[in-house]
């Protein structure tokens, strides 16, 4: 199978990239109608496949899961996530024939695998549902041409899928129909019930491509939002051990950190985040920042090239194939750094101490977001598409870190997430060497204010103030904040 | 404030607070407070919604500063820790780093990844970082009736059991110096009994408590009574802390005294329910029918059962979906989504309350109850917020409707979301121990509040411990014991739980 990407025309790259359209809630009135009456079956029942199935069966849709032989008959936790949650299970061979949208929510790696497998036994007509596009595009999986193939990528891990539904909203999310698979033309009416159904449509939807969803979502999530997450807690954790700040504390500050200070992020984007630190402390993180932005720019847009060219996921695909070699290694690696395996201590660390002490981290978070941003846009990617794989997942990412370290974001994330994030994290280390020779407890461990008495140039604190304000992610990210908190008030189902 | 730790002297008194003055923004609490707490006084404490109480209590503990001076002066030659320890009148797990992102449906999913430790784990832990014996926590344990608990997860737990487990520890640690807010709060009458019986215990062995609490049962250890208003009254016994009704009762907005809109006559239908996590069962065969109209008590230890219950007509439980339950007329699962039964229900629980996002004001918490979220960014068409006002009135919420729900006191905050829970007129109401964490008073007014606001012939399933805790209106009552249905009758007089449950044990 060919890369799809790499089959189309450069007129046809740049038209699929480009698909971005903020959606009215006025599109949604519809309810999930579109999917009533008739039958969802779910393929895998893990993080996203659980949580995504919960939400619909709540929004009164009729809902079971096709699990493979295996996990049936040794009743792994698949098969126990469904059946103890009281839905019906069963084989391909028994659920896929009845189905009317066929959901696949396998790790992307399998896909290929299974497709093929649940392929014979679809119906005439019916849909395939995605919540990724790698499958249809890195890999050029062809789809009969009865079947409908559509898109609903909840931007976000499978709990908050579930927990922001039972809050009465829901998470932003992308939606597509593959323009090679929509015969009837009734892939958008159901990609947009689906999302109706999952909850998105309350907290901001995203007309995309598959092509534009793959390309940024696995931008977003190999560079700011786990790959550099990685990187500077661990590198920020080895600076304290080795200034002689106490394991305890630095655990504690690196775990729980990333998480209150990316909390900022969600009302105030970038500019909101700073803003919670002292002005001296502002200009010194701007201008570290900085500096982290010119070292790293080259790595971003490698990975970012890689994405496009196809590189990556070729090399990925190698790695499998090679038995996961390369991702077994650094995952091993990555459970065994010394962050990972000292405990937080029970000290307390109030909230503004987070900013205060980890100054490093912050200007680690402000790189890293405008990077990825600005890297996505020149490759193409339209703002819309580039705020939600950038700022807007970043929380989300850092919670799960400050629940149970690196070993519990990666194992939540998906298992291209993971690969990527590892070989990021491989690359990015001993280019940031000699940065980090730099690099003393008063950026990281200690407060930064200690000792300063708070003054500053007034001329440079505003150009630093308006350099914030005005970058194109906190432009667009204001514009789609308003309009998440618009949406949550206003109920439609 | 000064603060000042003295190790040396067994003459000294315990706690010698002078001159300790607090306000809360332009209102003055604590005016002038002196208070000596000599060894061997145990106090018991009381006063109105926002006295202070938990305020000083905190301020004892350390925990929130105010002006004045306070000596605390520990035993040194006692083998108790040197240390003071307050136990909140309502525990907020939410609290707990790490964790805070939790949902409260989570503890009806059954997910196979644990996300929090069990019970034991995390009791072992305290033992361990406050280096206790073990053993002896399984005395407290079983005394307590909390075996059961053992192996739970703690996202599993109600908040009845999570309190328990708090005075667990608190019991287990034995320090010098515990104050315990509404310590009866979620617990039933036999581990009230025991709470006593273990509290007596604590001061026998030379621990100091202060009891904030109106309860007229308090262990025979307690010597001293005062009531807290802006400065400490000294009474002599627990009868005299008892309070006057003040609150009068408002005119019922008139959008409330419609009868709800019912689409069915039958409001819930269980025939033959069955729920478990994995091989343990919380509900054996219930079967049990809600007409429209009827007014339930729903009585039960903790643990037997009762949230879990509840969960399964909101809409909460994923096991819900099953064969033999019908809600509104129509069997589960067929079509409708949790919004649509949402719509027809009001319902308040302590665990909701712990997940309930606290940092819109009043007026916004009401609103949201119109779409079942949690706050409220919009602004609402007229009619919707007039009714907003006229609860707000209904309430006597008018002074603090802009002020942020999280900073008002619990009994404010319990309101605030009753008014929410109503101002659908809902054709079901449940409330689920609508008065845990306030004092009788508070819950003498609530229950009137309940009473009126059934009187339009909404149909009411509500749990509550005590006899003095039941709203008049209660008509008919299921009790479960051990996931089972042990009782179902009619009431005339609600009475407290039957005699053969204080046996138990
Ligand atoms: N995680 C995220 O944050 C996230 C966010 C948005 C979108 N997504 C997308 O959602 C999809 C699912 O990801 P996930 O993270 O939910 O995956 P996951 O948690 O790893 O779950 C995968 C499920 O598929 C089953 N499975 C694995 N290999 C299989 C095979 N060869 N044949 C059949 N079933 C198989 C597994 O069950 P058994 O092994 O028991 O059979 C498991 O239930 C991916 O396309 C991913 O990109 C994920």
Redesign the interface.
Known sequence: MANYFNTLPLREQLNQLGVCEFMENSEFADG?NAL??KKIVIVGCGAQG?NQG?NL????LDVSYALRKEAIEGKR?SW??AT????KVGTYEELIPTADLVVNLTPDKQHTAVVNAIMPFMKQGSTLLYSHGFNIVEEGMQIRKDITVIMVAPKSPG??V??EY????GVPTLIAVHPENDPEGKGLAQAKAYCVGTGGHRAGVLRSSFVAEVKSDLMGEQTILCGLLQTGSILSFDKMIEKGIDPGYASKLV??GVEVITEALKHGGVSGMMDRLSNPAKIKAFKISEELKDIMRPLFQKHQDDIMSGEFSKTMMEDWANGDANLLKWRAETGETAFEKTPAG?VKIGEQEYFDNYLLMVAFIRAGVELAFETMVEAGIKAESAYYESLHETPLIA?TI???KLFEMNRVISDTAEYGCYLFDQACKPLLADFMKTVDTDLVGKNYNEGKDGSVDNAELVAINEVLREHPVEIVGRKLRKAM??M????T? | MERGFRGEAMKQPVVHIRHLNLKYKNNVVLKDLNWTINRGDNWLLNGISGSGKTSLAKIIAGQQSAVGEIDINFDTTSKLPARVLYVESWYQFKNL???A??????RY?????K?TLTVKAELKLFGK?NNLDFTEAEVLIDALGYSGQRDSQLIELSSGEHKKLQLIKALWLKPQLLIIDQPYTGLDVNSRKVLNRLLDEAAAEGVTLILISNDEHAPSAINRFALLEGTLVEVASAEELQLEADQPLREIPGFLKVPPNYSSDHIVKMVNINIS??EKQVLKNINWEVNKGEKWLLQGHNGSGKSTLLSLLN??H?????DGLYLFGKPR?S??????IKQRIGLISPEFHWYF?SSSTVWQSIASGL????????ELPYSKAQKVDELVAYFGLTDIKNEILGTLPLGKQRLTLLARTIIKDPELLILDEPCQGLDQQQTRYFNQLVDELCSNGMTLIYVGHYESALPDTLEKRIVLEKGTVKIIEDINVPETEPADFQQVN
């Open positions: 999930v009533k009456g659980l919960l069966r709540d929004s009164g936790d126990k996530n103890s949650n009281n839905f709990s908050e579930r927990s039972l809050r009465g909203f775990q729980y029970d919670n400050a629940r149970k908190t618009a949550k008030a206003i109920k189902v | 780093e790490g964790v992102n939790f949902y409260y449906q989570q999913t059954n997910l196979q990844f996300e970082e996590y994995g809409g909460d994923p096991q819900a979906y099953t699962g079509g409708e989504s949790i919004w649509d996002d779409y079942d979220n949690f706050g409220l960014t919009l």
